[in-house]
């Protein structure tokens, strides 16, 4: 197991350098960082502030150049597949922005294309990462609600600027900040679905292990003409439902929603991290209702860069957002865009 491993960065934009660069900055057992982006002024930039200084303008140049364990692709959504294809063919640990992609076929060949050549995908869902997640992962897999038969998840967060194509608010004093073209594009898939439902998705196939089958959506434009919101009516393969909503319109006063009930044949499961809540309920009285923080459903935006990083050493340690539930949240979000185009129930 070594030590110390390298990492690459593809798109050291916004997210990059507010989140996964430090983190990696942080953690004793990453030694060279080597950073991608095209714009020189904007590479540089980023060289000098983090002390950064193998840079590269071409992805593939710096994968070819450096001796890399694992690779953080950040770049805008529409080139995700492509960056992560370059480095999954290589072999390497890849964490993936999400979303991992922007069709289900491109997701689908990156979790095939992981399994041949020995790679691995992490997704960096945060909420995947808490402890609160887990523990509901835990009651589902155990039984404590029986067979899953239907499913309501709802998530909103307070972006009406970002996805109303205008700049966003918290980010005026940082280094870079989250572009247009990436976020509030119809052309480049923008919208609340690519950009934040795919959380509540992530979640969502943390706790229930169910492959979807087909979508019927309606969505709700913003100013910038991406989805505001999105309503969408879920079958998974076993014949249960599922209900989902998002949101970008949130007063910035209050935080992220994600709340997900799940009901099952002997039960039902009530998770929320607005109001840390995790409680399983079952029909013949048997009930349990986890102690939490009040602090305990709050983004984690480390641990998914200190598990790639564990993953590239060779450590044993569960990966509780990969290929196959990002490969999922992928395929229903095509299905639910698709589905609001068309108007008709669409096929994952």
């Known amino acids: 197991m070594p030590e110390k491993v390298n990492i690459g960065i593809i798109g050291a934009g916004w997210w990059a350098t ?6 990696l900055i942080a953690n004793p057992h990453v030694d060279i960082i080597a950073i991608n982006r095209p714009d020189p002024e904007g590479l540089e ?18 994968l070819d150049a450096e001796q890399l364990h694992g690779v953080v692709v950040a770049s805008p959504h529409v080139l995700h597949a492509e960056h992560a294809k370059l480095a999954l063919e290589r072999g390497l640990k890849v ?6 992609a922007t069709s289900a076929a491109d997701a689908r060949a990156l979790v095939a294309l992981a399994a041949a050549r020995g790679g691995e995908i992490i997704m960096p869902y945060g909420w995947n990462y808490k402890a609160m997640t887990e523990t509901a992962h835990r009651l589902v897999q155990d039984g404590w609600i029986g067979e899953v038969r239907h499913v309501v998840a709802q998530m909103a967060s307070a972006l009406t600027d970002l996805f109303g194509g205008e700049p966003m608010v918290e980010t005026k004093d940082h280094l870079f900040r989250p572009p247009t073209s990436t976020w ?10 690519w950009g934040q439902l795919t959380h509540g998705l992530g979640v969502l196939f943390r706790l229930v292990d ?10 709700g434009l913003s100013p910038a003409g991406v989805d505001f919101y999105d309503a969408a009516v879920l079958e998974f393969a076993n014949g249960a439902t599922a209900v989902l909503s998002g949101s970008a319109t949130v007063p910035k006063s209050r935080g992220f929603q994600l709340d997900i009930r799940v009901f099952g044949t002997e039960g039902m499961l009530l998770f929320d991290i607005e109001r840390a809540r995790v409680e399983v309920v079952r029909h013949d009285g048997r009930a349990h209702v986890e102690t939490l923080e009040p602090d305990a459903g709050a983004y984690e935006q480390v641990e998914p860069i200190t598990r790639l990083v564990d993953l590239c ?3 044993d340690v569960v990966n509780p957002a990969d290929g196959t539930i ?3 949240a992928t395929a229903v979000l095509d299905a639910m865009y698709r589905s609001a185009g068309s108007g008709r129930m669409e096929e994952v």
């Open 95 to 100: 964490l993936i922005e999400k979303p991992m």
């Open 184 to 193: 509030a594009d119809p052309k480049r898939s923008g919208g609340y679905g």
């Open 45 to 62: 930039t980023v060289s000098k502030t983090f002390d950064l200084p193998r840079t590269y303008r071409d992805a593939r140049e710096m």
């Open 326 to 328: 990002g490969l999922r």
């Open 313 to 315: 050493r060779g450590k």
């Open 18 to 23: 507010l989140s996964h660069i430090p983190a």
């Open 210 to 219: 169910l492959e979807p089958k087909r979508v019927f959506a309606r969505t």
